[in-house]
């Protein structure tokens, strides 16, 4: 008996210590603030811009690390044209550390995916450029060859004129 009530107590014990221990509590606001970004994600655009100024409001009130944490996850998962990748990222350069569990480790990771959204972004602008580059450039050449082939046919006119000409003078 005095064993289990001992194992009770241990158990008790370790939880109390999960319970007190402050990266339990980062993990769980962490996941309530993904909860959170999900759930604004599949809303309305008027909720979701309601959303982003509440975290707003919320982060220049009080620059909590959750608060910070809350509008960059917001910034970064968002749609255009409330989605701002260099905003989320100035907000999670502080807090971003991959070697501190909760706010810091989620922040580094957050922090790599919206710079890698950002560079995706920079690509497909760059190639959009030059994709109408290309398209400007081949419809320049089928110009150029358009006024090649009229040419080519003026002087086949010509000659075909001068052809006939001479036919009319031999009869």
């Known amino acids: 008996m005095q064993y289990r009530c001992l194992v009770a107590a241990a158990l008790l014990a370790l939880a109390a210590c999960a319970a007190l221990d402050p990266r339990t509590r980062q993990f769980v606001a962490v996941d309530a603030l993904l909860a959170e970004a999900a759930q604004a994600v599949r809303a309305a655009p008027a909720e979701q811009k309601a959303a982003l100024t509440r975290a707003e409001r919320a982060f220049v009130g009080e620059a909590s690390p959750a608060n910070r944490l809350h509008l960059a996850i917001l910034l970064a998962s968002l749609p255009d044209p409330l989605h701002d990748d260099a905003r989320a ?33 920079r690509e497909l602008e760059r190639a959009g450029r030059e994709r109408q580059l ?38």
Do not use: C, M, T
Not at 98 to 113: H, I, N, T
Not at 140 to 165: F, M, S, V
């Open 134 to 171: 290309g398209e400007k450039e081949r419809d320049k050449r089928e110009e150029a060859l358009r006024q090649q082939l009229e040419a080519l046919r003026g002087i086949e006119r010509g000659i075909q004129e001068r052809e006939d000409r001479l036919r009319r003078r031999d009869k």
């Open 89 to 121: 990222a100035e907000l999670l350069e502080p807090l971003a550390n991959p070697g501190d569990p909760g706010y810091g480790r989620f922040a580094a990771w957050l922090a790599s995916q919206v710079a890698e959204h950002a560079r995706l972004s």
